[in-house]
């Protein structure tokens, strides 16, 4: 079956870590970019953070600069994204999906495609309370 699957989500107090893994079944994720995006109720959906396919070249929102990190093991077929610092406006549904190329626009990481077909996975629910 192809699909990509997010976990790793949870209920964190502010301050607190997660880290959430986006795992590819029926494809392989070095041939993408992949982002993470995440939507909180009421909200339009902002692009997270991007990781380029061939060099790894990271992109990130400014909201979350020096607290996430994007990385990618090929041999695992997964991408994940270390959170730290954790803070109540991080709550939210993320997703990753995949691309072909990433860039930074505004205060946003931005996943760019222009392939045939991409990929979504269903979403992990990050909350973020006290």
């Known amino acids: 079956q192809v699909q990509l699957v997010e976990s790793g989500g949870g209920l964190v107090q502010p301050g607190g870590s997660l880290t959430l893994s986006c795992a590819a079944s029926g494809f392989t994720l070095d041939h993408y970019a992949i982002g993470w995006f995440r939507q909180a109720p009421g909200k339009e959906r902002e692009g997270v953070s991007c990781?380029?396919?061939?060099?790894?070249?990271?992109y990130y929102r400014d909201s979350v600069k020096g607290r996430f990190t994007i990385s990618r093991d090929n041999a695992k077929n997964t991408v994940y994204l270390q959170m730290n610092s954790l803070k109540l406006e991080d709550t939210a549904v993320y997703y990753c999906?995949?691309?072909?190329?990433?860039?930074?626009?505004?205060?946003?990481?931005?996943?760019?495609?222009?392939?045939?077909?991409?990929?979504w996975g269903q979403g992990t629910q990050v909350t973020v309370s006290s």
């Open positions: 990781i380029t396919m061939h060099d790894g070249t990271t």
């Open positions: 999906g995949t691309g072909s190329s990433c860039r930074n626009y505004r205060d946003q990481a931005v996943l760019l495609s222009i392939n045939p077909k991409d990929y």
